[in-house]
Nanobody, 127 residues
Framework: QVQLVESGGGLVQAGGSLSVSCAAS????????MGWFRQAPGKEREFVGR????????DYADSVKGRFTISRDNAKNTMYLQMNSLKPEDTAVYTC????????????????????WGQGTQVTVSS
């Protein structure tokens, strides 16, 4: 019953920056981790990055490492994605995901471990 709402998508020129957020309506509950995925037209959904809620441990795809930063506000159950030095190939629908519990046997890079998904927000990077 967790609902995720992304916001902050839009159009930005290459080299620019954009920040998107994902708010989870989970009451007093907190996720084990939240992650960002993206999907461009004609391509499979790919992992962007994630953050664990307890210690804020992050992990990023190589394609965005050094450019994107994930953070979270524990009290608000909100995750943020700061995107810098954007490239046209970053154009995609960015979707957040919510993992309820720990005890994972698979990597948080796998979309199969997430329990809830947002509707996605479009990020378009122009040349």
């Amino acid at each position: 019953q967790v609902q995720l709402v992304e916001s902050g998508g839009g159009l930005v020129q290459a080299g620019g920056s954009l920040s998107v957020s994902c708010a989870a309506s989970a009451g007093t509950f907190s996720p084990y981790a939240m992650g960002w995925f993206r999907q461009a037209p004609g391509k499979e959904r790919e992992f962007v990055g994630r953050i664990t809620w307890n210690f804020g441990i992050t992990d990023y795809a190589d394609s965005v490492k050094g450019r994107f930063t994930i953070s979270r506000d524990n009290a608000k159950n909100t995750m943020y994605l700061q995107m810098n030095s954007l490239k046209p190939e970053d154009t995609a629908v960015y979707t957040c995901a919510y993992r309820t519990s720990g005890g994972l046997s698979r990597s948080l890079r796998s979309d199969s471990v997430y329990d809830y998904w947002g509707q996605g927000t479009q990020v378009t990077v122009s040349s």
